[in-house]
């Protein structure tokens, strides 16, 4: 079956724009979650959805973030006024359920480089 | 100190050799996961364990929780393992099931 999906693949953006980043999870995965993987670092986390319920958004860089997912499925992590340092990869993953024993299955991620 | 550490960074081995990577942590944990990330690829789920060993052809996982330790081990590696392997953390059960995640050790193995 299909996995997890992310668009665009690549992105650049000049500083100050918005940009809109979107994860489709596997199909009946309860839980969402959003990475930022900057250049030869492991991945950070920004945020978490049970569902629709934004749980989790103590990852989120700055008030510039923002991430929705408002009928359970597909996310949006949008970024206000793009700046450098958001420059990263921004992975998304799913798992089936809340309980943590279920391993997470990730997207490709999005490249964003801001110029 | 990152909670999640790992060793070494990079590491090249000719083919055939074994090859193991090591990662420890310091918080309390309801899983471990190792990870391969391919360059200019996503990353996929090798193992996720709670206790013992894991094994899934020539690679196995060993977790020791009373040392938050775990290792990673190749057998007979190719060069089609060069990747970079990341290990990560799953907080206690009952808390959001974020990973924390180790910064990688990068894997070349050579002909």
């Known amino acids: 079956g299909a996995g997890v999906s992310q668009s665009p693949r690549y992105k650049v953006a000049k500083r100050g724009q918005d940009v809109a980043l979107r994860c489709d999870p596997i199909s009946g995965h309860v839980s969402l979650f959003w990475y930022q993987q900057a250049l030869g670092q492991g991945p950070e986390f920004l945020t978490y959805f049970q569902n629709e319920a934004q749980l989790d958004k103590s990852g989120l860089p700055s008030d510039r973030f923002f991430a929705e997912r408002p009928e359970g499925s597909v996310s949006t992590l949008k970024i206000q006024r793009t700046q450098q340092e958001d420059s990263a990869v921004y992975l998304c993953?799913?798992?089936?359920?809340?309980?943590?024993?279920?391993?997470?299955?990730f997207g490709p991620g999005t490249r964003l480089t801001v110029t | 100190k990152n909670e999640v550490e790992q060793s070494p960074q990079n590491l090249t081995a000719q083919e055939g050799e074994f090859i193991t990577i090591n990662c420890s942590y310091s918080v309390g944990i309801s899983a471990l996961h190792w990870l391969q990330q391919h360059p200019g690829g996503g990353i996929v789920s090798l193992f996720m364990?709670?206790?013992g060993k894991k094994k899934h052809g020539r690679l196995i996982a060993t977790i020791n929780i009373q040392e938050k330790h775990s290792s990673l081990h190749i057998t007979a590696s190719h060069p089609r393992d060069s990747a970079v392997y990341i290990c990560a953390v799953s907080g206690v059960v009952g808390t959001a099931s974020k990973l924390t995640f180790g910064t990688g050790t990068r894997l070349q193995v050579t002909l």
């Open positions: 993953a799913s798992n089936l359920d809340r309980d943590t024993y279920y391993e997470q299955y």
């Open positions: 364990l709670s206790s």
